[in-house]
T-cell receptor, first 113, second 116 residues
Framework: GAVVSQHPSRVICKSGTSVKIECRSL??????MFWYRQFPKQSLMLMAT?????????EQGVEKDKFLINHASLTLSTLTVTSAHPEDSSFYIC?????????FGQGTRLTVV | GNSVTQMEGPVTLSEEAFLTINCTYT??????LFWYVQYPGEGLQLLLK?????DKGSNKGFEATYRKETTSFHLEKGSVQVSDSAVYFC???????????????FGTGTKLQVIP
């Protein structure tokens, strides 16, 4: 079946630095990918929809200048957390859809110290 | 808009007990319904799905039936194991290309803990 690979699985960074998270669809092309954030003991919050070759669509309340999304090819979307702060520490998950199913990456645990 | 309501957890069961996790939904159109499972420290994995009314999704002993009349998709398993301990998410999505927006809507998740 279709596979979505997310990297890195864990990252620790210093406050004020930027972190890039990659999401790849390994055996299918994904014109649209989604980025979610999961807070402890809570469900997934959709952050943005990443569209290949165009600007991402951000959900209300998500800072587009802080969470930069680039979808440069049909198999790769990246999320860059800029000037990270401890409150950005969270579990980030990407997703890509085929015509019948949503596939998820393994998730990235970001810890900002 | 679409929404998913899922029973609150945590749910604690003894091994071999019967499991039911309730899920109801609100949607325009005819969505596909899913159950995802998240094991500790991992991403989401599709557990089962159903794409139309009266379909039954099943996997690893888990089952759920798409009930359009009650807008429900309850997850069941006859005999749980310790290895089933995880968080379970009910979700829906309308994959119609013409809709132009293939968003997945999740419930809040239900944590299941199975004790020996």
């Amino acid at each position: 079946g279709a596979v979505v690979s997310q990297h890195p699985s864990r990252v620790i960074c210093k406050s004020g630095t930027s972190v890039k998270i990659e999401c790849r669809s390994l055996d299918f092309q994904a014109t649209t990918m989604f980025w979610y954030r999961q807070f402890p003991k809570q469900s997934l919050m959709l952050m943005a929809t990443s569209n290949e070759g165009s600007k991402a669509t951000y959900e209300q309340g998500v800072e587009k200048d802080k969470f930069l999304i680039n979808h440069a090819s049909l198999t790769l979307s990246t999320l860059t957390v800029t000037s990270a702060h401890p409150e950005d520490s969270s579990f980030y998950i990407c997703s890509a859809l085929t015509s019948t199913e949503a596939f998820f990456g393994q998730g990235t645990r970001l810890t900002v110290v | 808009g679409n929404s998913v309501t899922q029973m609150e957890g945590p749910v604690t069961l003894s091994e071999e007990a019967f499991l039911t996790i309730n899920c109801t939904y609100t949607a325009t159109g005819y969505p596909s319904l899913f159950w995802y499972v998240q094991y500790p420290g991992e991403g989401l994995q599709l557990l089962l799905k159903a794409t139309k009314a009266d379909d039954k999704g099943s996997n690893k002993g888990f089952e759920a039936t798409y009930r359009k009349e009650t807008t429900s998709f309850h997850l069941e398993k006859g005999s749980v194991q310790v290895s089933d301990s995880a968080v379970y998410f009910c979700a829906l999505s309308d994959f119609r290309i013409s809709g132009g927006y293939q968003k997945v809507t999740f419930g809040t998740g239900t944590k299941l803990q199975v004790i020996p």
